[in-house]
Structure formats: structure tokens, C-alpha cells
């Protein structure tokens, strides 16, 4: 009985193994099995959704086409004309449409492409610094909701709509990559969106949009090797859209002073300072001096060139702002209005009052 018995049992126990090795084999399979599952259902909810923001997009993203003049870079006479293509898109039902000034190249009229038609459209404005343009054609239109820009992130999702070298339309997606890239202030007045869109000629223009389908901007400029793409916040096309329909033409506010970044210092302990002051300007008679600490305009807290940027981008002629600066240590509110930015020609006659700047320590 005893020999009966261990036999028994070691027989057990060998089974016990075996459906242990079975069930860990299993349960492998079934856990190898649902990350594969889990991996082609994130693949495709992520498909879907990239399908259903084009679907509800495409309607309202049109082509368009000018004729523009060809110069001769040295001589600077007209040679030939060439033919341009972008793209653009409806703002509203009124027929108003959102596209790059760079697809215009100060042609006053174009030929929009959209449900296989043909329409003229006029140019209402156009606004070479934010390479805006807004064109109007005579129909009942669809339009894209806007978004906020400021809700973007590093790594948001964003998908361009356009049409890609006269092509078909199609769709670009990418990440948000930099959203204060002052790198880029000698072409836009505000820091645009950087995202690793692989735009192509002809996307000029293109809507922008998050993950939501809302356009958050307008794709202006694309680097060299086509490695990414920056786009205008869609507040500051609106913005510019809000002076093109009642100046035809943009109005950028200017209050006559210039600033300087404590780069040798710390980011978390970096200062904006007042650099140049022009004299008889707005900054000048208000009582602003070179050397003061920029802390808020308006209400916006000042940390960076891009928040100066941003602050100072949405103010409209004829207001007047409140600068929050430090002196010698002392805290000052000064009130700034908004005049008119001077043309080139008159900026060159100003007389700037600045003084060398010693980082605070």
C-alpha cells in the first residue's frame, strides 16, 4: 500500500507539473495574445480617428491657384509669369477663405478649386509678416471649428489637409515639436507652432488641426529638408483677419521699445530688460527707461522673448496697456498706449535711448 501510494502520489505530482507548464504556456499565449490585440486596437482607433478628422475636414480645405509675376533677381524686371499653387481653407459660410500670402505673391485675385467647380476669388487683405491672406469667393460654404493653440502641448497630435504638389488632397500627420520657437521671429511676429509635418509645395497654406478636428493654425513655413513645419496660431490669423476686414490691411501695434534676454543666466532666472527706448514714442513718454525689468503687460506674466512676443501681438491701435516693470528694485505700474507701427522708412529716422544692460545677480 505504501509503495502503491507513493506511486501515486509521484504520478500526481507529475501531473500536477504538467498541467502547471500547461497553464503557465497558456497563460503566456493568452497574455502574448492581448498585447498583440491591445496593439492592433490602438493602431486602429488611432487610424480611425486620423480618417474621421480628414472626412469632416476635406470639405472645406480648397486649392488654389494665381497667376504671379517672375522677376529677374538682379535686374528686378518683370521676365515672365508663373503659376503658383496652395492651399486654403473656409473660415466661415460667407465664402471666406484662410490662405498663405506666399501662394498670392500680391496677386489681387485667384482661381479657388472646390467640389470640382471653379470660382474667382478676390483678395480681401493680404499681410506679408504672418504670410496670411484672405481671399472671398461668391458661394455658401462649409467652414473648419477653430480650436485653441494654447491648449497644444509637446507631442500633441496635429494633421495637415492640403494638396500636395497640385496632387489629390490628402493628409500629413505629426507631433507637436516646439511651440517658442523664437528662432523664427525675423520671418513671424509671434512664436509659431513647430510640428514634424512633412509638408510638400503646395500645402502652403493648409489648416492645421489638433486631435479634436479643430484647426489650431495655418501652415506658413517648412524647413529646408522638409523635416518639420511651422504653422500661425489660428488667434493671431484671426487676429490679422479682424484688421484685413476693416483696413485691408493688418495694423500691428507698436509702443517704441525693443527688449534684451538675460541668456547668461538661468532659464528659471532668466529677465526680460528694456533695451531701447525711442525717443517721443509711446514707451519714451510714458516713462519707461532702458534698463528696466520687464515683468507683465497687461496681465500676462513676462518670462521669455515669445511671451513678449504673444503679449504685445494681440494689442490693437488706439489702446492703452499696462507695463509692469522693476526699477532699482521698485515695482511700477506704467500705462502704454498702442500707436500704429512706423513704417520702415520712418523707424530709420528714431533715435533709440539705451544703455548698456548688467545682468541682475
Given at each position: 500500500m505504501g509503495q502503491l501510494f507513493l506511486s501515486f502520489r509521484v504520478c500526481l505530482k507529475n501531473k500536477m507539473k504538467l498541467v502547471a507548464t500547461a497553464l503557465c504556456f497558456f497563460s503566456g499565449w493568452v497574455v502574448g495574445l492581448t498585447a498583440e490585440?491591445?496593439?492592433?486596437?490602438?493602431?486602429?482607433?488611432?487610424?480611425?480617428?486620423?480618417?474621421?478628422?480628414?472626412?469632416?475636414?476635406?470639405?472645406?480645405?480648397?486649392?488654389?491657384?494665381?497667376?504671379?509675376?517672375?522677376?529677374?533677381?538682379?535686374?528686378?524686371?518683370?521676365?515672365?509669369?508663373?503659376?503658383?499653387?496652395?492651399?486654403?481653407?473656409?473660415?466661415?459660410?460667407?465664402?471666406y477663405i484662410f490662405t498663405a500670402s506666399s501662394v498670392l505673391r500680391g496677386s489681387t485675385s485667384a482661381i479657388v478649386y472646390w467640389r470640382g467647380k471653379t470660382y474667382e476669388a478676390q483678395s480681401v487683405g493680404q499681410d506679408p509678416r504672418t504670410n496670411l491672406a484672405l481671399l472671398k469667393i461668391n458661394a455658401q460654404t462649409p467652414s473648419l471649428p477653430f480650436g485653441d493653440p494654447d491648449a497644444l502641448r509637446v507631442g500633441s497630435l496635429t494633421l495637415a489637409v492640403g494638396y500636395p504638389m497640385d496632387a489629390p488632397i490628402s493628409a500629413e500627420y505629426g507631433f507637436v515639436s516646439n511651440l517658442d520657437a523664437v528662432q523664427m521671429a525675423h520671418l513671424l511676429p509671434i512664436a509659431p507652432i513647430r510640428c514634424s509635418i512633412r509638408a510638400q509645395p503646395g500645402q502652403s497654406g493648409s489648416p492645421i488641426l489638433n486631435s479634436k478636428g479643430e484647426v489650431v493654425g495655418m501652415l506658413v513655413y517648412t524647413m529646408m529638408d522638409g523635416s518639420s513645419s511651422f504653422a500661425l496660431p489660428i488667434t493671431a490669423a484671426q487676429k490679422i483677419q479682424h484688421d484685413l476686414l476693416k483696413y485691408?490691411?493688418?495694423?500691428?501695434?507698436?509702443?517704441?521699445?525693443?527688449?534684451?534676454?538675460?541668456?547668461?543666466?538661468?532659464?528659471?532666472?532668466?529677465?526680460?530688460?528694456?533695451?531701447?527706448?525711442?525717443?517721443?514714442?509711446?514707451?519714451?513718454?510714458?516713462?519707461?527707461?532702458?534698463?528696466?525689468?520687464?515683468?507683465?503687460?497687461?496681465?500676462?506674466?513676462?518670462?521669455?522673448?515669445?511671451?513678449?512676443?504673444?503679449?504685445?501681438?494681440?494689442?490693437?491701435?488706439?489702446?492703452?496697456?499696462?507695463?509692469?516693470?522693476?526699477?532699482?528694485?521698485?515695482?511700477?505700474?506704467?500705462?502704454?498706449?498702442?500707436?500704429?507701427?512706423?513704417?520702415?522708412?520712418?523707424?530709420?529716422?528714431?533715435?533709440?535711448?539705451?544703455?548698456?544692460?548688467?545682468?541682475?545677480?
Open positions: 490585440t491591445s496593439t492592433q486596437g490602438v493602431m486602429q482607433g488611432f487610424e480611425q480617428e486620423i480618417q474621421g478628422i480628414f472626412d469632416r475636414t476635406k470639405d472645406s480645405v480648397v486649392k488654389i491657384k494665381t497667376i504671379v509675376p517672375v522677376t529677374d533677381t538682379r535686374k528686378g524686371n518683370l521676365i515672365a509669369e508663373g503659376l503658383s499653387i496652395g492651399t486654403g481653407f473656409f473660415v466661415d459660410h460667407r465664402g485691408h490691411q493688418s495694423r500691428p501695434g507698436w509702443m517704441g521699445l525693443t527688449i534684451e534676454v538675460t541668456n547668461n543666466l538661468p532659464s528659471s532666472d532668466a529677465q526680460i530688460y528694456i533695451r531701447d527706448v525711442y525717443q517721443g514714442c509711446p514707451g519714451h513718454v510714458a516713462g519707461i527707461s532702458s534698463g528696466d525689468v520687464l515683468l507683465k503687460i497687461g496681465d500676462k506674466s513676462i518670462r521669455t522673448a515669445a511671451d513678449v512676443m504673444k503679449a504685445t501681438f494681440y494689442l490693437s491701435v488706439g489702446e492703452t496697456v499696462n507695463f509692469t516693470i522693476e526699477r532699482e528694485g521698485e515695482m511700477k505700474v506704467v500705462p502704454v498706449k498702442v500707436v500704429p507701427r512706423p513704417t520702415d522708412q520712418e523707424l530709420l529716422a528714431l533715435k533709440p535711448i539705451s544703455l548698456p544692460l548688467t545682468p541682475a545677480r
